[in-house]
């Protein structure tokens, strides 16, 4: 080997190094944020769960916006109102992709459209999702839906009070298994009660951040054996969530197609869709269109559920609040019948609870990341082409230089001053009248948010209208106090299981519940 030959190889091999050592750090140019470590960047502070309250200790040190290092993947977190508005609202084409899941791939196959780039079949999906939740469309098809299954609600609340966190959950799948596929669940236990809960359990886990191995910064990790590392199950738990996708909207659609074989469709998104496709050609895959189904009932029905189990959880631990709410509801209703819909403008109180249910505790705690399809700068510095862009709603929700005053305290009274929809304030130039950021923002926000703001507002009202709620009570007569922080791990955030009193507040508000619930039976039978 020649002394010229060894220098080249010398210098290619240190190069090399070099190089190496280069993945993981930051750009100067880019927002300031923790220190990196070459290779890996910062994944070593990632933790395997709870990464949403890192993100705000994050957001709290380095203000505004700022960045991590995933390996080589640039991550930009909005950590406050005007970067979220200034980047993700405005330049909502240039934001609205989403980055690549080798896991969601697993447990999706790519046909899931909230992990999927904003591709053209993607945007064919939202459209479709977007027409058949809009609000007129709700207003005028759903509206006699919601009514009836909330007074089961209440009808359910009644008769087996300890139940109560099924029914919260029956009665979000309820209605929009009855929209999407034209099935009602009667109860819980039925298929169509639960069974978007069986889809979802353990997809949040799958998905959560930190829950796996850092496998789109290192392809390695594919074909690394699992159990020598911190994550032994990844595979598994993903392949696992995969097959109940496949399994429960798979039957789901079995259910539609061999009713519509006897001769029966109904008014549904799912008999709209297949006399569309039949007719013109399907523009997805089977599986696409399983999953589309699938994903509507999701979006309508856990997070949904979730917000709902959160408002009766802190309602119990803070009473104080529904005698707010009902001073207004008794003077609208009085006892002879419950709140409808046509009252959200007499009840403002009800919206602020709603409002910060959401933002308390947002459902999807770390926000779904975004990926910028071109470069970017945000007040001088560099946001690179193809970066994970956090929206992170739970740090943006607790963090007092968001304009949340004592944000890890549910108040409602923080709301008195926003009494529209949150849709209204996700649109608005006046980022800091902004109310909260549970539905995400941008061109991805969820496209349930018309269904979820009508669906929580007729429950929290019937129910406070109807019933007290109280932390439990012992043997000895004392109440027992409710963990606010018992909430479920991963990337869907709902409280973990747990006991409460519930108490109809009069004889004149069983007689009312009784009577609405004679009139709501007529309308089941033809979602049975």
């Given at each position: 080997?020649?002394?010229t ?18 993945t ?6 880019m927002?300031k ?6 290779i890996?960047?910062n ?39 005007k970067s ?22 697993m ?9 999927s ?5 993607t ?22 839906i ?24 029956r ?28 889809a ?7 998905l959560?951040?930190?829950?796996n ?5 290192f ?10 590392t ?11 969530s ?10 789901a659609?079995?259910?539609?197609e061999e009713?519509?074989?006897?001769g029966?469709?109904?008014d ?12 013109k ?7 696409a269109?399983?999953?589309l ?6 979006g ?7 917000s709902?189990?959160?408002?009766v ?11 707010k709410a ?9 006892t002879e ?21 959401m ?12 990926r ?31 304009g ?8 409602p009274?923080r ?33 349930g948010i018309?269904l ?12 406070l ?5 109280r ?9 027992v ?37 004679a ?5 089941f039978?033809?979602?049975?």
């Amino acid at each position: 080997m020649t002394p010229t030959t060894l220098s080249i190889i010398i210098a290619l091999l240190s190069y090399g190094v070099y190089r190496v050592l280069q993945t993981g750090k930051r750009d100067p140019r880019m927002p300031k944020g923790p220190p990196t470590l070459p290779i890996i960047g910062n994944l070593h502070q990632i933790p395997m769960t709870g990464f949403y309250k890192q993100l705000r200790e994050w957001g709290k040190e380095y203000k505004g916006i700022y960045s991590l290092k995933f390996g080589s993947t640039n991550v930009i977190v909005c950590a406050d109102r005007k970067s979220v508005h200034d980047m993700v609202d405005k330049k909502g084409l240039m934001y609205a992709d989403r980055p690549f899941s080798h896991v969601g791939h697993m447990i999706t196959g790519g046909d899931h459209m909230v992990l999927s780039s904003n591709d053209p079949l993607t945007r064919e999906k939202r459209k479709v999702t977007t027409h058949n939740l809009s609000p007129r469309n709700i207003d005028e098809k759903v509206a006699p839906i919601q009514e009836s299954e909330i007074t089961q609600l209440m009808f359910d609340f009644l008769e087996k009070p300890e139940d109560f966190y099924k029914h919260l959950r029956r009665v979000t799948s309820s209605i929009a298994c009855t929209l999407v596929f034209g099935q009602r669940g009667a109860t819980y236990d039925s298929f169509w009660g639960s069974c978007v809960y069986e889809a979802l359990a353990s997809f949040g886990e799958c998905l959560e951040p930190g829950a796996n191995p850092p496998v789109d910064e290192f392809p390695i990790f594919k074909y690394w054996p699992a159990r020598l590392t911190p994550w032994p199950n990844w595979q598994t738990r993903a392949l696992g969530s995969r097959d109940c996708f496949d399994r429960i909207w798979g039957k789901a659609r079995e259910f539609v197609e061999e009713r519509r074989r006897s001769g029966v469709k109904r008014d549904c998104v799912a008999d709209q869709l297949l006399d569309t496709y039949e007719a013109k050609g399907f523009p997805f895959s089977q599986h696409a269109v399983n999953m589309l189904l699938g994903e509507m009932v999701e979006g309508g029905a856990e997070t949904t559920s979730s917000s709902l189990l959160t408002v009766v959880l802190a309602l119990a631990i803070n009473p104080q609040y529904q005698e707010k709410a009902r001073k207004e509801i008794d003077a609208v209703c009085g006892t002879e019948r419950s709140p409808t819909w046509t009252d959200f403008k007499d009840l403002p109180y009800v919206n602020c609870i709603v409002k910060e249910g959401m933002r308390y505790r947002p459902v999807i705690s770390s926000g779904l990341p975004h990926r910028n399809n071109a470069e970017d700068t945000y007040e001088g510095m560099l946001i690179p082409k193809d970066s994970m862009i956090f929206v992170p709603a739970w740090a943006l929700h607790h963090n007092e230089n968001n304009g949340y005053e004592d944000p890890d305290t549910f108040n409602p009274d923080r709301f008195l001053n926003h009494p529209k929809l949150a849709n209204d304030y996700a649109g608005s130039p006046d980022y800091n009248m902004r109310d909260h950021y549970g539905y995400g923002a941008g061109r991805r926000m969820c496209p349930g948010i018309h269904l979820a703001e009508r669906n929580q507002f007729r429950m929290v009202s019937k129910l406070l209208w109807a019933f007290e709620i109280r932390e439990p009570l012992n043997e000895k007569g004392e109440r027992v106090p409710l963990d606010p922080e018992a909430y479920e791990s991963g990337l869907l955030h709902a409280p973990l299981p747990f006991k409460c009193e519930i108490k109809v507040r009069s004889q004149a508000h069983v007689d009312t519940i009784r009577k609405e619930m004679a009139e709501a039976r007529k309308h089941f039978a033809k979602w049975e």
